[in-house]
C-alpha cells in the first residue's frame, strides 16, 4: 500500500531564504506524486505533480519538486519566501493499485518571518 | 481550470439531526468522487469513493449507514451526515475526478465546516 511521510510538521523559515519541505513515499509501482497547499479554512490548491514526465516539476508561485526515485523522496522548494506563503502543505500519493485513491501525509505548516 | 464546489461551506446543526452537504463539479463531468475528512491540524483522511450512478466505497472504520453518500449525476455527489453527534464535528472535503488520462488528478472542494452542538 501507497504512504506518504512529510518530515517536519512546522517549519519555519525569514521571508527571503529558502523554503524546503520534505517528502518520501512508498509505492509498489510508479507513483503519481502531488503537492496542495491549504491555508485555514480553505479546501486545497495544486501547487504540482509528478506523473512520470520530467522529475523536476515547476509548480505555480515559484514553487518545484524533485522526485528522486532512489531515494523516494518529492521534496518542495522554493527559492526565496514570502509571507503569503505560510500556510500548510500536503504532500500526496496515488497509484494505479490503490485506484488511483490519493493518500495525503500528515502535513507541514509553513511559518514565515519578517 | 476545473471547479469544484460545496454547499454549505458552513452549518451548524443540533446532535441527532441529519446534514446535507452538496459536491458540484461545475465545469467537467465527475466520474469519481471523493469525500475526506479534516480534524483539527490534522491531514485529510479518505472516507469514500463514489462513481457515478454506483454505490460508493467506504474506507475502513467509515460507517456507511451514518455517512451516506449519493453520486446521482456527473456532476453532483451528496454526503448526508445522519444522526449527528458533536464527535461528527469536522471540515468535510470533497474532490471530484474526470478520470480521463494516466495525468490523474483531484480537483478539491473549498470544504464544509460542520459543527454538532
Known amino acids: 500500500a501507497q504512504s506518504v511521510t512529510q518530515l517536519g510538521s512546522h517549519v519555519s523559515v525569514s521571508e527571503g531564504a529558502l523554503v524546503l519541505l520534505r517528502c518520501n513515499y512508498s509505492s509498489s509501482v510508479p507513483p503519481y506524486l502531488f503537492w496542495y497547499v491549504q491555508y485555514p479554512n480553505q479546501g486545497l490548491q495544486l501547487l504540482l505533480k509528478y506523473t512520470s514526465a520530467a522529475t523536476l516539476v515547476k509548480g505555480i508561485n515559484g514553487f518545484e519538486a524533485e522526485f528522486k526515485k532512489s531515494e523516494t523522496s518529492f521534496h518542495l522548494t522554493k527559492p526565496s519566501a514570502h509571507m503569503s506563503d505560510a500556510a500548510e502543505y500536503f504532500c500526496a500519493v496515488s497509484d494505479q493499485t490503490g485506484g488511483f485513491k490519493t493518500i495525503f501525509g500528515a502535513g507541514t505548516r509553513l511559518f514565515v518571518k519578517a | 481550470g476545473a471547479v469544484v464546489s460545496q454547499h454549505p461551506s458552513r452549518v451548524i446543526c443540533k446532535s441527532g439531526t441529519s446534514v446535507k452537504i452538496e459536491c458540484r463539479s461545475l465545469?467537467?463531468?465527475?466520474?469519481?468522487m471523493f469525500w475526506y475528512r479534516q480534524f483539527p491540524k490534522q491531514s485529510l483522511m479518505l472516507m469514500a469513493t463514489s462513481n457515478e450512478g454506483s454505490k460508493a466505497t467506504y474506507e475502513q472504520g467509515v460507517e456507511k449507514d451514518k455517512f451516506l453518500i449519493n453520486h446521482a449525476s456527473l456532476t453532483l455527489s451528496t454526503l448526508t451526515v445522519t444522526s449527528a453527534h458533536p464527535e461528527d464535528s469536522s471540515f468535510y472535503i470533497c474532490s471530484a475526478s474526470s478520470g480521463q488520462g494516466t495525468s490523474y488528478e483531484q480537483y478539491f472542494g473549498p470544504g464544509t465546516r460542520l459543527t454538532v452542538t
Open positions: 465545469d467537467f463531468q465527475a466520474t469519481t
